[in-house]
Structures are given as C-alpha cells and as structure tokens.
C-alpha cells in the first residue's frame, strides 16, 4: 500500500478523498482476485489505486442500477485486466451520467469460445429497446 502522504497527494490530484482510496484498494484485495489485485491492489502504483477508486464507483453506479455484483467480479476475473476494466469503467460512467438508465443486462462469457460476447445493455426510460454495447460491436 502506498503510505499516507503518497495517499493524500492522490487525493489532492484526483479529488477523492483519501479514505476512499484506500477503502477502494482493500475492496480490491477482499475479492481475492489474481490478476486484478496485482494491478489495482496493495502492491500497485499511485495509478493502480486510482484505478481502484474508479472500479469501486464504477461497481456501485451499476449494483445502484440493479447489476449483480457477482457478475461484474465475474467479469474482472478474466485475465485482460484492463479490458474488463475499462468495460465495467465504462459501463458505470454510462449509468451514472445518462441518469434515465432503466435497466442494465451483462452477459458474461462462459469460457473461450462460447459464443458469448462481454456485452452490457442498457434500456432507458425514453427508449423502450434495449441499446446494445459490446467490444466486439461498433458504436
């Protein structure tokens, strides 16, 4: 873990508060997941605990939108770290900031070659459709 003064400069950079980070770091640690807390963890950069940060409130907007959590660690199992990162990231910046997200689906692959795409859909309030994101998939 980054000691405290390391902390508070993050915060002061970033804007979140400094408890807030490390609470984001040791939520990372708690899932016991490899390759995620190899980057976002105790033993990252500066970087990797800001990327902790954002993960967790990236997490909190989707679960608030009705997403399992389950699902999303899940999805941060896969070892492209900072794919799934950047999804998931995404994804809470979407619910956040588009406020009239009704629903939110996550598919999330069963191995290689499933067939499964790591796809989230989001439904808003004007828009009875399901509106369909994917990586593998324009727009």
């Known amino acids: 873990m980054l000691d405290l003064e390391d902390i508070e400069w993050l915060h002061r950079l970033s804007g979140y508060p400094s408890d807030a980070i490390l609470g984001a770091v040791d939520r990372v ?8 807390s190899s980057q976002l963890g105790e033993g990252s950069s500066a970087d990797g605990h800001l990327a902790a940060m954002m993960l967790c409130q990236a997490i909190d907007w989707l ?3 009705g997403v399992d959590e389950s699902r999303l660690l899940a999805k941060l199992r896969r070892p492209d770290v900072w794919s799934m990162w950047a999804e998931v990231r995404v994804a809470g910046l979407i619910v956040h900031l588009e406020g009239d997200v009704q629903d939110v689906e996550l598919d999330v692959p069963v191995g290689d070659g499933s067939g ?3 796809d989230f859909r989001f439904r808003f309030a004007d828009d009875p459709d399901m509106c369909r ?3 593998n998939s324009p727009g």
Request: net charge neutral.
């Open 133 to 135: 994101r994917s990586s």
């Open 116 to 118: 499964h795409n790591t």
């Open 29 to 36: 640690e708690s899932w016991s997941i490899p390759g995620l």
């Open 63 to 65: 679960v608030s939108a």
